[in-house]
């Protein structure tokens, strides 16, 4: 079965501070997700990539960063922590195949700035 | 707009009865459709695709496509207590590399 793995899966950080949420798959997919879930908002897409060295800003990028240094590794970065950014966070890995780009998530990433 | 309405917000089935969710996209160019679960402290998971008019079912679990009017819906029959969870609705263009488009999930209690 697919395996996405996300860590850390718990992380209190300061306001100001830098945070790295990283991500894992075993997929061997070529497309990449971040999502925040808050209550209210459903799945939020952050950041996504098409494969490696390629990033590409989702629907709320601002105040974060994505990185995806190889095919398995697609990373999520907070320069400057903000409260408003204490959510949930989940990575996916997606098929991307023309019959259907089904995603797989991980486990998820739970951050509280204060 | 939220290009992806589900409806309702909230539902709650005694064991063994009929859960029912509808899904509706805004985006005349959505024509592929997903179900995923999502039990607590866990992440989403599929649970349905369907990219045809009709009906699918897999075991207690059927959706039903109308592309004319761009409505999606799941029915899940002989619920049990391990059905309580969110379950979102996804939408794309196609398949491919179209990223999906999630609906704020519809929260549902099976009580015994």
């Known amino acids: 079965e697919a395996a996405v793995t996300q860590s850390p899966r718990n992380k209190v950080a300061v306001t100001g501070g830098k945070v790295t949420l990283s991500c894992n798959q075993t997929n061997n997919h070529n497309n990449m997700y971040w999502y925040r879930q808050d209550t209210g908002h459903g799945l939020r897409l952050i950041h996504y990539s098409y494969g490696a060295g390629s990033t590409e800003k989702g629907d709320i990028p601002d105040g974060y960063k994505a990185s995806r240094p190889s095919q398995e590794n697609f990373s999520l970065i907070l320069e400057l922590a903000t409260p408003s950014q204490t959510s949930v966070y989940f990575c996916a890995s997606g098929e991307g195949s023309l019959s259907g780009n089904t995603l797989y998530f991980g486990e998820g990433s739970r951050l509280i700035v204060v | 707009q939220q290009k992806v309405q589900q409806s309702p917000e909230s539902l709650s089935v005694p064991e063994g009865g009929m859960a029912s969710f509808n899904c509706t996209s805004s985006?005349?160019?959505?024509?592929y459709f997903w179900w995923y679960r999502q039990h607590s402290g866990e992440g989403p998971k599929a649970l349905m695709?369907?990219?045809?008019?009709g009906d699918k079912k897999e075991g207690r679990f059927t959706a039903h496509l109308n592309k004319a009017s761009l409505h999606v819906s799941l029915h899940i029959r002989d619920s049990q207590p391990s059905d309580s969870a969110l379950y979102f609705c996804?939408?794309?263009?196609?398949?491919?590399?179209?990223?999906?488009?999630f609906g704020k999930g519809t929260s549902l209690v099976v009580h015994p």
């Open positions: 996804a939408a794309s263009p196609s398949g491919g590399n179209y990223k999906p488009t």
């Open positions: 695709s369907i990219f045809s008019d």
């Open positions: 985006d005349r160019n959505f024509q």
